[in-house]
């Protein structure tokens, strides 16, 4: 069983910065692949990025391409998501979830892959 944990969300100003962290218990180092997704009621899940925690592999969303960076503390077995230039639109709740295994790159992206989640956190982006 995979216990995930989340921190790190809160309020910040558009064009501020937040970093998110995820620490999949359970999961075998480097043999995982840990994502998170974001979403507001009424919609679906939306994938935000992800990581192979084999051999550190990101995917992003083209939302959030070249403003968010995935990566993976191999030694602490977290995965971390460091969001810059946030606007308002990134507003959401956030969810880490985590798979055992490395998937493809191409299905990193499939929330219906993973059965692990977090409880998830809050991002707030407003002046």
């Known amino acids: 069983q995979v216990q995930v944990t989340e921190s790190g969300g809160g309020l910040v100003q558009p064009g501020g910065s937040l970093r998110l962290s995820c620490a999949p218990s359970?999961?075998?180092?480097?043999?995982?692949?840990v994502a998170w997704f974001r979403q507001d009621p009424g919609k679906e899940r939306e994938f935000v990025a992800g990581i192979r925690t084999g051999d550190g592999h990101p995917k992003y969303a083209d939302s959030v391409r070249f403003r968010f960076t995935i990566s993976r503390d191999k030694v602490e077995n977290t995965v971390h998501l460091q969001m810059n230039n946030l606007k308002p639109e990134d507003t959401s709740v956030y969810y880490c979830?985590?798979?055992?295994?490395?998937?493809?790159?191409?299905?990193?992206?499939?929330?219906?892959?993973?059965?692990?989640w977090g409880q998830g956190t809050q991002v707030t982006v407003s002046s």
């Open positions: 979830a985590a798979y055992k295994g490395n998937l493809i790159v191409g299905a990193i992206s499939t929330p219906t892959l993973y059965d692990n």
């Open positions: 359970g999961l075998t180092r480097g043999a995982g692949t």
